[in-house]
């Protein structure tokens, strides 16, 4: 059974910043996609980031680039998310997803994704 377990999530003051960890359990195929996507109170779940788990390509939603940075240790079959000049409507729960093929439908559509954790709550205050 597959298991993501997300980290590193906690309450900071705007422009801070904070790195998350997804750890999985098991190996991540090298044609998985593992991304992370948010949900604030009241809103639908939101992508984030992904990162391609062969090669490390990586996309963004435009409302974090520049500012947050995805990342993989193949290793530890782990996924980050590196979180900078944090702003109060970063505030969300974040979540790891996985599918285990990157070309199978919309990257940032949460449909196309199979597992998923249970979340860290990030709150920046302002």
């Known amino acids: 059974q597959v298991q993501q377990v997300e980290s590193g999530g906690g309450l900071v003051q705007a422009g801070g910043s904070l790195r998350l960890s997804c750890a999985a359990s098991?190996?991540?195929?090298?044609?998985?996609?593992m991304a992370w996507f948010r949900q604030a109170p009241g809103k639908g779940r939101e992508f984030v980031a992904v990162i391609n788990w062969y090669d490390g390509e990586t996309y963004y939603t435009p409302s974090v680039k520049g500012r947050f940075t995805v990342s993989k240790e193949n290793a530890k079959n782990t996924l980050y998310l590196q979180m900078n000049s944090l702003k109060p409507e970063d505030t969300a729960v974040y979540y790891c997803?996985?599918?285990?093929?990157?070309?199978?439908?919309?990257?940032?559509?949460?449909?196309?994704?199979?597992?998923w954790g249970r979340g860290t709550q990030v709150t920046v205050s302002s």
């Open positions: 997803a996985r599918k285990n093929f990157f070309q199978l439908g919309p990257y940032s559509s949460d449909t196309t994704y199979d597992y």
């Open positions: 098991g190996r991540i195929p090298a044609s998985a996609a």
